[in-house]
């Protein structure tokens, strides 16, 4: 019984004892935030497309922009990172080669 006793006590003080250095932490994260590392914004993006060439339809998705490009190339879908300013894909759109053709 007495071992169970001193065992009770020293998890209560160690219970205490960490809920004090949680909110510590928490406190000195608020007190002294760190400096955020902020990315260098893209102000533009070489795209590299025939002439004459349109865009269909532009869609964003959280970082990535799909463009529909029409031109007289065809048709293709060119995905784009809009953080770091990067072609991801391009995709050409076009009938599939016909059964006799490699």
């Known amino acids: 019984m007495r071992l169970l006793k ?6 209560g003080v160690l219970l205490i004892g960490c809920f004090v250095a949680v ?10 935030p760190r400096a955020t590392t902020r990315q260098a914004e893209v102000k533009e993006v070489a795209l ?7 865009i269909g339809q532009l869609v964003m998705d ?9 031109g007289k190339d065809g048709e ?3 995905v784009v990172d809009v953080r770091r300013g ?17």
């Open 86 to 102: 990067l072609i991801l894909s391009r995709v050409k759109l076009g009938r599939p080669p016909l059964a006799g053709q490699p």
């Open 23 to 32: 909110f510590a932490i928490i406190g000195y994260r608020l007190a002294h």
């Open 62 to 70: 959280g970082d990535r922009m799909a463009l529909h490009l029409n």
């Open 48 to 54: 590299p497309v025939g002439a004459g060439t349109q």
């Open 76 to 78: 293709e879908v060119v």
């Open 6 to 11: 001193y065992l009770v006590i020293v998890l």
